[in-house]
């Protein structure tokens, strides 16, 4: 069974810093393109990033260009993304996700950041 | 970057048809066959429920069916259930290995 479970949100201050990780399972995690995408409470899905099966090539929305940063270690079936100088309005729940023909075909449940002061 | 549209809101008695339309350009879903739907319940992530345009994953009813014209792409449900009750969302690729979502439509089963 796929698996794909977030951590690392919480509280952070306007201009704050978060890691999230996201730990795969039950497939082979190297051999695929994965993504964040977030919601924000209420709101439509945001695709946020993409990282390459070997983590050669990344691609951002971009409005977080230059502020957050995805990376993901294949020994450790874990994706990260780090998210610098946090603004109030990327607050959402943040979700990782598995990537197949630009579909995403498994989602984990999902951490919320919440960002105010 | 620009979200794909989709209407807000559906509806349909149980054992209808809803159909929901995601419109985009030609630098997205015009482009590529790469469309996919997704289902979200209340407090749940998304499932996908078609993917290049048309395709269904095992396990997702035949109930669900997709399609694509032009810059407009199209998720039909079928047979509607009370379960069918969620928000939808399209999905396409947008060149430069760039993701756009629509801004969801919420299914109401009246």
């Known amino acids: 069974e796929v698996q794909l479970v977030e951590s690392g949100g919480g509280l952070v201050q306007p201009g704050g810093s978060l890691r999230l990780s996201c730990a795969g399972s039950?497939?082979?995690?190297?051999?695929?393109?994965l993504t964040w995408v977030r919601q924000a409470p209420g709101k439509g899905l945001e695709w946020v990033a993409n990282i390459k099966q070997d983590g050669s090539e990344k691609y951002y929305v971009d409005s977080v260009k230059g502020r957050f940063t995805i990376s993901r270690d294949n020994a450790k079936n874990s994706l990260y993304l780090q998210m610098n100088s946090l603004r109030a309005e990327e607050t959402a729940v943040y979700y990782c996700?598995?990537?197949?023909?630009?579909?995403?075909?498994?989602w984990g449940q999902g951490t919320m950041v919440t960002v105010s002061s | 970057q620009s979200a794909l549209t989709q209407p807000p809101s559906a509806s349909g008695s149980p054992g209808q048809s809803v159909t929901i339309s995601c419109t985009g350009t030609s630098g997205d879903v015009g482009g590529y066959k790469y469309v996919s739907w997704y289902q979200q319940h209340p407090g749940k992530a998304p499932k996908l429920i078609i993917y290049?345009?048309?395709q269904r994953p095992s396990g997702v009813p035949d109930r669900f069916s997709g399609s694509k014209s032009g810059n407009t792409a199209s998720l039909t449900v079928s047979g509607l259930q009370a379960e069918d009750e969620a928000d939808y969302y399209c999905s396409s690729y947008a060149g430069s290995n760039n993701v756009v979502f629509g801004g969801g439509t919420k299914v109401t089963v009246l």
């Open positions: 290049e345009v048309s």
């Open positions: 039950g497939f082979a995690f190297s051999t695929y393109w």
């Open positions: 996700a598995r990537v197949g023909s630009w579909g995403l075909r498994d």
